[in-house]
T-cell receptor, first 115, second 116 residues
Framework: KQEVTQIPAALSVPEGENLVLNCSFTDSAIYNLQWFRQDPGKGLTSLLLIQSSQREQTSGRLNASLDKSSGRSTLYIAASQPGDSATYLCAVNPRAGGATNKLIFGTGTLLAVQP | GAGVSQSPSNKVTEKGKDVELRCDPISGHTALYWYRQRLGQGLEFLIYFQGNSAPDKSGLPSDRFSAERTGGSVSTLTIQRTQQEDSAVYLC??????????????FGPGTRLTVL
């Protein structure tokens, strides 16, 4: 059974710092991995999608890497800003038998960037 | 363009009543998903639609939960005889169809359901 873990559960950093959020998954048979942010009381905003054949994706100050064989992904945020404060979720799309396209989510990292 | 929309944004109901939650996906997205997020817990998959059919209903927690999709667009999640443990935020997502695995999923703002 695929399980997704995110470390740390919470992180507080001063503005301007570079930071790394970690995601690990137990089964390397995945189609892709997606990173989201969730603001309080809001839905999820997609940040980056990495296909299983890719090693990394970049969008602005965000860079996500994927090491499928070791079951790990990292989200790197450069020059953090108070507006980056949110819960960050990673989710894998498992390559299970049959027609399933569901995402399995981690429990998230709550990030606070202090001005 | 317009994103995924859900209605209502909040729903308070009494135990035992039925509720219907609506999702309007992004135009042209053939895949639609429902997830649930209970307080302090991670997101749980409920059901996946490809067009109007549901190849994966494995996440529906009981037979009180059902969903349908019509015209390859709008979807309704129905919970019958609601229980307090059904209280959660119900999130809908949509994506373009991919032949291998899910495309990038885009989420709506959710419906917060409170069962008294």
């Amino acid at each position: 059974k695929q399980e997704v873990t995110q470390i740390p559960a919470a992180l507080s950093v001063p503005e301007g710092e570079n930071l790394v959020l970690n995601c690990s998954f137990t089964d390397s048979a995945i189609y892709n991995l997606q990173w989201f942010r969730q603001d309080p009381g809001k839905g999820l905003t997609s940040l980056l999608l990495i296909q299983s054949s890719q090693r990394e994706q970049t969008s602005g100050r965000l860079n996500a890497s994927l090491d499928k064989s070791s079951g790990r992904s990292t989200l790197y945020i450069a020059a953090s800003q108070p507006g980056d404060s949110a819960t960050y979720l990673c989710a894998v799309n498992p390559r299970a038998g049959g027609a399933t396209n569901k995402l399995i989510f981690g429990t998230g990292t709550l990030l606070a960037v202090q001005p | 363009g317009a994103g995924v929309s859900q209605s209502p944004s909040n729903k308070v109901t009494e135990k035992g009543k039925d509720v219907e939650l609506r999702c309007d996906p992004i135009s042209g997205h053939t895949a639609l998903y429902w997830y649930r997020q209970r307080l302090g817990q991670g997101l749980e998959f409920l059901i996946y639609f490809q067009g109007n059919s549901a190849p994966d209903k494995s996440g529906l927690p009981s037979d009180r939960f059902s969903a349908e999709r019509t015209g390859g667009s709008v979807s309704t999640l129905t919970i019958q005889r609601t229980q307090q443990e059904d209280s959660a935020v119900y999130l809908c997502a949509s994506s373009l169809f991919r032949s291998g695995g899910a495309g990038e999923q885009f989420f709506g703002p959710g419906t917060r359901l409170t069962v008294l």
